[in-house]
């Protein structure tokens, strides 16, 4: 059974950082494309960031400069650092996972977790 666990969602000031975690059990993050999506209330879901088998990261341009996802593949975990938070970056924050890129830009990856939430106060 796949099961990908976010945590370290919560709040922060605008400007702070947070990093938020993904742990997976059932598959390797080593051998699958990785991302975080997040999604507030009222606006469509946005795929943020996502690192592929190889470690190569793609980030959307609302968090380029800003937001680091990495994986550690010994421990089996994706991480989002994430820093200079805005208002705007408050979101439900999902880890998701698949075996190809593609399913992760495309919005449909196989592998879902149930989300952290992470709010920045102006």
């Known amino acids: 059974q796949v099961q990908l666990v976010e945590s370290g969602g919560g709040l922060v000031q605008a400007g702070g950082s947070l990093r938020i975690s993904c742990a997976a059990s059932?598959?390797?993050?080593?051998?699958?494309?990785m991302g975080w999506y997040r999604q507030a209330p009222e606006k469509q879901r946005e795929l943020v960031a996502r690192?592929?088998?190889?470690?190569?990261?793609n980030y959307a341009e609302s968090v380029k400069d800003r937001f680091t996802i990495s994986k550690d593949n010994g421990k089996n975990t994706v991480y989002l650092q994430m820093t200079s938070l805005r208002a705007e970056d408050t979101a439900f924050y999902y880890c998701?996972?698949?075996?190809?890129?593609?399913?992760?830009?495309?919005?449909?990856?196989?592998?879902w977790g149930q989300g952290t939430q992470v709010t920045v106060s102006s």
């Open positions: 998701a996972a698949d075996a190809m890129t593609g399913a992760l830009v495309a919005g449909t990856p196989r592998y």
């Open positions: 059932g598959i390797a993050v080593s051998v699958n494309a």
């Open positions: 690192i592929s088998r190889g470690g190569n990261t």
